[in-house]
T-cell receptor, first 108, second 117 residues
Framework: SQQGEEDPQALSIQEGENATMNCSYK?????LQWYRQNSGRGLVHLILIRSNEREKHSGRLRVTLDTSKKSSSLLITASRAADTASYFC????????WGAGTKLIIKP | DTEVTQTPKHLVMGMTNKKSLKCEQHMGHRAMYWYKQKAKKPPELMFVYSYEKLSINESVPSRFSPECPNSSLLNLHLHALQPEDSALYLC????????????????FGDGTRLSIL
């Protein structure tokens, strides 16, 4: 089942620029996770942010969480060609509930 | 390289065939998952095993039959599949299905690309 929406559905930017993806969800959560999926590969866990956290960093990744707006954003700074992938948010429930994903293309 | 290994990587089968997908992890995880993923869509949960017992079956047709022989292995037995079952089948694992603070991060294999003729 799908909890929420991700936007944009697709994003194309130049290498070196920052990329921001958004995720909205519907019910209260304990945590929210972000995953990356390269073409033809499995998903890779990027970061988990708990409901009592507002921001979290991991390398060039910055995730924010606004529980009052039921939304999260993933910022990738100084993008690289290797960041080209689909990005999914997932909120917790009886099982992970996945967003529809954002397809990110980094142009060299 | 992923820590969850799936075989085969590709599988083409007819609608009358019987085949099995295999998944293995050696991270000591006690929860294992099967997902189905269609192109440009998020993964759809099929089954969850927790401590080698089937915990969740998301109303999957009986032509898909999961099996968890031990804590490291997960199989998905396929029989009499339909063309619409063509998809990427992903296996994942996590330390537990849910911890005290919610769902735990999942580790995915690279999947089996299944084509039904």
């Amino acid at each position: 089942s799908q909890q929420g929406e991700e936007d944009p559905q697709a994003l194309s930017i130049q290498e070196g620029e920052n990329a921001t993806m958004n995720c909205s969800y519907k019910t209260s959560i304990n945590n929210l996770q972000w995953y990356r999926q390269n073409s033809g590969r499995g998903l890779v866990h990027l970061i988990l942010i708990r409901s009592n956290e507002r921001e979290k960093h991991s390398g060039r990744l910055r995730v924010t969480l606004d529980t009052s707006k039921k939304s999260s954003s993933l910022l990738i700074t100084a993008s690289r060609a290797a960041d080209t992938a689909s990005y999914f948010c997932a909120t917790d429930g009886a099982q992970l509930i996945w967003g529809a994903g954002t397809k990110l293309i980094i142009k060299p | 390289d992923t820590e969850v290994t799936q075989t085969p990587k590709h599988l083409v089968m007819g609608m009358t065939n019987k085949k099995s997908l295999k998944c293995e992890q050696h991270m000591g995880h006690r929860a294992m998952y099967w997902y189905k993923q269609k192109a440009k869509k998020p993964p759809e949960l099929m089954f969850v095993y927790s401590y080698e017992k089937l915990s969740i079956n998301e109303s999957v047709p009986s032509r898909f039959s999961p099996e968890c022989p031990n804590s490291s292995l997960l199989n998905l037995h396929l029989h009499a599949l339909q063309p619409e079952d063509s998809a990427l089948y992903l296996c994942a694992s996590s330390q537990e299905m849910r911890g005290p603070r919610g769902n735990q991060p999942q580790h995915f294999g690279d999947g089996t690309r299944l084509s039904i003729l």
